[in-house]
């Protein structure tokens, strides 16, 4: 029924960038709220970025914001995350999510939709 699935991760050298995709099969993406999440090894999954359906509204965890970009389009059913200035850190299984609740998006424990989630590895 509903499909999240996520494309663009891949291995980057320590201040490169990545550009995440999250492309989603939901009958009526505009009405719902996207997020992205990660997953280190021995970590417990993190919030890094969200935006409201409209994509007026945008919200970063500290440790991204300034380097991250969360963006989506409408037309496509698709919400995007640019990564730039990488570090060694932000190594993880990246994930989207959807929630009709923008702030069902901020947690990893609320959001009802879930994509298989990309890899991504910064080596230093």
């Known amino acids: 029924q509903v499909q999240l699935v996520e494309s663009g991760g891949g291995l980057v050298q320590a201040g490169g960038s990545l550009r995440l995709s999250c492309a989603a099969s939901?009958?009526?993406?505009?009405?719902?709220?996207m997020g992205w999440f990660r997953q280190a090894p021995g970590k417990e999954r993190e919030f890094v970025a969200a935006?409201?359906?409209?994509?007026?509204?945008?919200y970063y965890a500290a440790s991204v914001k300034g380097r991250f970009t969360i963006s989506r389009d409408n037309a496509k059913n698709t919400v995007y995350l640019q990564m730039n200035s990488l570090k060694p850190e932000d190594t993880a299984f990246y994930y989207c999510?959807?929630?009709?609740?923008?702030?069902?998006?901020?947690?990893?424990?609320?959001?009802?939709?879930w994509g298989q989630g990309t890899q991504v590895t910064v080596s230093s």
């Open positions: 935006i409201s359906g409209s994509g007026g509204s945008t």
């Open positions: 939901l009958r009526t993406f505009s009405t719902y709220a």
């Open positions: 999510a959807a929630d009709k609740s923008l702030v069902a998006v901020t947690s990893a424990r609320r959001a009802e939709y």
